[in-house]
């Protein structure tokens, strides 16, 4: 009966076993020696350094702790029953249910909503298809990454080829007289388009432009005038209130005209 205490002692938590050997009745037929309760102290601090070395554990001991629920019985949970389980699996009560939610974003536990309670399920085959999905697209990726690299070496080869280093050093001379009339044309083209400013074709397409820009601004004030003699004729607004209705001043007229009173 007293090895048997001892056993059963040595599985509950720190508080439960002090609490135990606290209240703990040596049976009549063994006798109370100072020998046997200095075993007995031994024995309660071997297990108190016991558990105060238990290791706590980390965020995936946790995770697959919490698998392992799932995965050992193959049943659908409440979230109340999956605390209830994983706390006794060793888990941090406060720590199960953002757990189990990480778990659910990761794919590797099942969530649905019926009524007004949330149910979960995993089994162990959906995290060895995960893992198999992940690797297929993996080769896929590879596989056109390779693909890619092919079609680029072969495009580098052609573009290669002609291009050559001679032993008279000509392609290195040419390419060097290349950069040199590069710049010339750039500098050309500087040029041009400042001449380009006092070129005849140049300033007669400009008038050609400022005509139909003139054009199309008279024909766009007509319709104003239009709209403002329709306004104070057939509407009986004062000047004043259909200009401000238009969006426009007295100073409104045809561009020509402003440039005359100027």
């Given at each position: 009966f007293f090895f048997s205490s001892l056993l059963t002692a040595h599985s509950?938590?720190?508080?439960?076993?002090?609490?135990?050997?606290?209240?703990?009745?040596?049976?009549?037929?063994?006798?109370?020696?100072?020998?046997?309760?200095?075993?007995?102290?031994?024995?309660?601090?071997?297990?108190?350094?016991?558990?105060?070395?238990?290791?706590?554990?980390?965020?995936?001991?946790?995770?697959?702790?919490?698998?392992?629920?799932?995965?050992?019985?193959?049943?659908?949970?409440?979230?109340?029953?999956?605390?209830s389980l994983a706390a006794k699996a060793g888990v941090n009560q406060n720590t199960i249910a953002d757990i189990n939610q990480a778990l659910c974003d990761d794919g590797l536990v099942d969530k649905e909503k019926i009524g007004g309670s949330n149910y979960f399920w995993s089994f162990p085959a959906k995290k060895d298809r995960l893992n198999e999905i992940t690797h297929q697209e993996t080769v896929k990726k590879i596989e056109t990454i390779k693909s890619n690299i092919k079609e680029a070496e072969a495009r580098l080869a052609d573009a290669k080829r002609g291009r050559e280093e001679d032993e008279s050093g000509e392609r290195a001379k040419k390419m060097a007289r290349r950069v040199e009339l590069t710049k010339s044309l750039g500098a050309a083209q500087v040029e041009l388009d400042k001449l380009k400013q006092n070129d005849p074709r140049e300033?007669?397409?400009?008038?050609?432009?400022?005509?139909?820009?003139?054009?199309?601004?008279?024909?766009?004030?007509?319709?104003?005038?239009?709209?403002?003699?329709?306004?104070?004729?057939?509407?009986?607004?004062?000047?004043?209130?259909?200009?401000?209705?238009?969006?426009?001043?007295?100073?409104?007229?045809?561009?020509?005209?402003?440039?005359?009173?100027?």
């Open positions: 509950k938590t720190i508080n439960e076993v002090n609490l135990d050997l606290y209240n703990f009745q040596f049976p009549s037929f063994i006798p109370t020696s100072s020998r046997q309760r200095s075993y007995l102290t031994t024995t309660t601090s071997s297990l108190t350094i016991m558990a105060s070395k238990t290791k706590r554990m980390s965020a995936d001991e946790k995770s697959e702790a919490i698998l392992g629920v799932y995965h050992s019985t193959k049943e659908v949970y409440t979230e109340k029953e999956i605390i300033i007669a397409n400009l008038e050609q432009e400022l005509k139909l820009v003139t054009n199309g601004a008279h024909r766009w004030t007509d319709n104003i005038f239009s709209c403002k003699d329709y306004l104070v004729k057939k509407r009986g607004m004062v000047k004043k209130e259909a200009n401000q209705y238009l969006g426009i001043t007295d100073n409104f007229d045809y561009p020509e005209d402003k440039v005359s009173k100027k």
